[in-house]
């Protein structure tokens, strides 16, 4: 099977067939990208002795690379080491560590997380374009997601309203777009960030989806509600997208939401306050209940140890209670992320590139970012059904032949 024989069997030199991909069974020309495509393996054993640096966490693709010798910003930003909000390297290698004790103690998903590679993930985003639609968090999860990729893109980034939405009868959509990029994959393949702050600003764009170069056949990974810090405005807000969702879904591309991340002020349950108690970031529950309030065990289950009003942290925070129902009732399946990121709480710094800049919602690289590309594959893989009923890959890869079966393959906990 083609993805098989490219991540698991095929034996080839980066250097032998350039702008050919190695399938295994035959070579096929790439309109885009010039490298031949090698396994990409990450040994447990060796990432647990830290021998091997993890794919996730900027670690070299094995055998070969080729991006990863380039000059320029993106080639150091996704191998976290300058350029960008990348945390300091005593930072990366404890978050390294953590990831392997949750290993070691059979936290589910954590080996999997840690040996997981691109050739995972390609045959849910092959041919099609996987848009990563939210705000500044989003926007974070579509940096770590396109540097996971590194070696499928030409290190180029194209502007969404410079040059995705080019020409003047597009003039009215770029003025309808608050921001955002895209990068180009093999095969058609794009991965594009669409900067939406609110709920309505994401319906309407969506009456026009297609002159935004959106296709039925794409997926759309939403988080939105950040910037709203109360339950009533957040719930009729986003009221305005269930009701454009629900009338039309048959008629849009296909939706996943992930969920709201962990904040973690020094708050009752570590939510943003125009004054919080302090900018310092701890473990969520603190404030109220001292250290060791909210635990999360070995299965990823979260556990109160404090008082009544931390239960809101055991049921995800006030924006996912509220979200979780609507979503269930239109459908839209769910990236789950909430419990994984509870405890990582160290890494709320060098966001912007200042050391003394903490403002604990948003963390440098690598850190949660980068964990909840396995959360996304794991909701790829187990909605891949209704991937399939909603719609097939279109020209020649059926993504039924194409997905489904190589997808089987992966041990995905």
Known sequence: MWLQNLCKYYRCSAHEHPGFLCSGL?????????TCFPPMMCRYPDI?????????LGGARQPECINCKQEGVWPNVCQYISNGPVCPKKDQQHFWRYLVSQAEVGAPGYEAMLTMTPCDIWPYFRGRTVWIAGDSISQEFMRGLQCFMMEFWDMTVHDIRGEVLDGPELEDMRERVLGGWCVFLPEGTRLCHLRINFPGEIVRLLPDYQRLTMKHSDIVILNVGLWLNDVETYNNEMQEFVSYYREHRADLPFFLWRDSSVQHFNTPVGNFFVDPVSWDCLPLGTL???LGAIQVDNDNKVHRNGPEELELIVEGGWRNKAARPMMEQLGIPLIETWNQTLPVFRYHHHYHENPEHSDCSHWCHPSPYQMWIYDTVLALRQTLPQIEAHNTMPGKFNFLNTVASEASEYEID
Request: aromatic share 10%; no cysteine; proline share 10%.
């Open 26 to 34: 035959k070579l096929m020309q790439l309109p885009a990208v010039g």
């Open 48 to 56: 647990r002795r830290f021998k091997q640096k993890p794919y996730l």
């Open 288 to 290: 109220v209940g001292g």
